[in-house]
């Protein structure tokens, strides 16, 4: 069993940063594919970025490639999301997950999620 617990949101303007962090517990951490995923009203989820488990592999989604940046720290049991040139197509609640099935951008292939915490960019 894994708990997520995201935090970082918040309010920023357009062109701001924002830096998101996951705190994971548990003592196999590293075992995990960790992603970020995000919601934006009446939407579906989206997938943001992932990274694997020691951190050596990192996946982005076309829309944050250049922009957002994922990393882990493994004697934390964290991952963090980077986020910088934030647009206001952006703004959605963004969600942690831990999967242990592999690389995937699909939302039904991680096993673990958290609450989410909201980012909203002003324009």
């Known amino acids: 069993q894994v708990q997520l617990v995201e935090s970082g949101g918040g309010l920023v303007q357009a062109g701001g940063s924002l830096r998101l962090s996951c705190a994971a517990s548990?003592?196999?951490?590293?075992?995990?594919?960790m992603g970020w995923f995000r919601q934006a009203p009446g939407k579906e989820r989206e997938f943001v970025a992932a990274?694997?488990?020691?951190?050596?592999?990192?996946l982005y989604a076309d829309s944050v490639k250049g922009r957002f940046t994922i990393s882990r720290d493994n004697a934390k049991n964290t991952v963090f999301l980077q986020m910088n040139s934030l647009k206001p197509e952006d703004t959605a609640v963004y969600y942690c997950?831990?999967?242990?099935?592999?690389?995937?951008?699909?939302?039904?292939?991680?096993?673990?999620w958290g609450q989410g915490t909201q980012v909203t960019v002003s324009s």
């Open positions: 997950a831990a999967g242990s099935m592999g690389w995937s951008v699909e939302v039904t292939s991680y096993d673990y």
């Open positions: 548990g003592r196999t951490f590293r075992n995990y594919v």
């Open positions: 990274i694997s488990g020691r951190g050596r592999s990192t």
